[in-house]
């Protein structure tokens, strides 16, 4: 794993501009993975802004979301979909088309689950992959848990997420009690995988991740067999 340390939150989020820019400079038709969260929305901001610039264009690319609550309306404020077109689809040249998100108003989510599986395979896998990390380890929304599912599927969110994605929420019993989210080979499966921490809330668990070893409970600690990870992280997520 290539680590970044960064002075603050607007570096991390520049920098990662930065390898997303190359990335589809040198591959215009990349398949891009994108991920929600407080994270991101720094590099979001830097990839419209250099959008509107024209100095990166994503005519040509083609995204997936990493998850989506389920179950959720698109329009419901909360949900991904409404966050990606809030806060980079509505702000880049991107075909509508080519930006997938999971579908959390499904009636059938295990057939919407393997749809999109399917569709990411249709593509040739994901390029780069852009990952937050939840203080609990999860990565999309594969919580720690007995069981890891490899390929995209419904899940059920472990009480410490619901308790931490609440800040968006009205009130904690607002948020939806599962998710669909891709699988952990999914994840795996990207050619490059960009993995991006910031603030002292995420500290512990970056210690977790970089320390000797493999933790059974941590789904990010996978990220260890993959060959192209960079962590990008603040130095308030940086544990050293
Ligand atoms: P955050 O979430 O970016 O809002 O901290 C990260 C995650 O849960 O993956």
Do not use: W
């Not at 080519?98 to 749809?115: F, I, K, Q, R, S």
């Amino acid at each position: 794993m290539r680590i970044t340390v960064c002075e603050n939150y607007d570096e991390m989020s520049k920098k990662a501009a930065q390898l997303v820019l190359a990335q589809v400079t040198l591959k215009p038709n990349s398949v891009l993975g994108f991920a929600t969260g407080s994270t991101p929305l720094g590099l979001y901001e830097n990839l419209s802004e250099m959008c509107s610039a024209g100095q990166i264009d994503f005519s040509n690319t083609v995204s997936f979301n990493l998850d989506e609550y389920y179950p959720i309306k698109k329009d419901d404020p909360n949900s991904y979909n409404a966050y990606m077109q809030e806060n980079l689809f509505s702000k880049i040249n991107i075909k509508r088309e080519n930006a997938h998100l999971l579908n959390g108003e499904t009636d059938d989510p295990e057939g919407e689950c393997e749809n999109y599986e399917r569709m990411i395979g249709r593509v040739g896998g994901i390029d780069m992959q852009i990952l937050g990390i939840g203080s609990n380890g999860h990565i999309g929304f594969n919580e720690p848990d007995s069981v890891m599912y490899p390929y995209t599927h419904i899940t059920h969110l472990t009480e410490s997420t619901i308790k931490a994605n609440s800040r968006f929420f009205s009130s904690v019993d607002e948020v939806p009690k599962k998710a669909l989210t891709v699988g952990i080979l999914t994840i795996l499966n990207s050619k490059r995988i960009i993995l991006m921490a910031n603030g002292a809330g995420k500290k512990q668990v970056i210690s977790e991740l970089l320390g000797d070893g493999m933790k059974l409970n941590l789904p990010a600690a996978l990220l260890k067999l993959h060959p192209d990870v960079t962590l990008i992280c603040d130095k308030e997520a940086y544990p050293k």
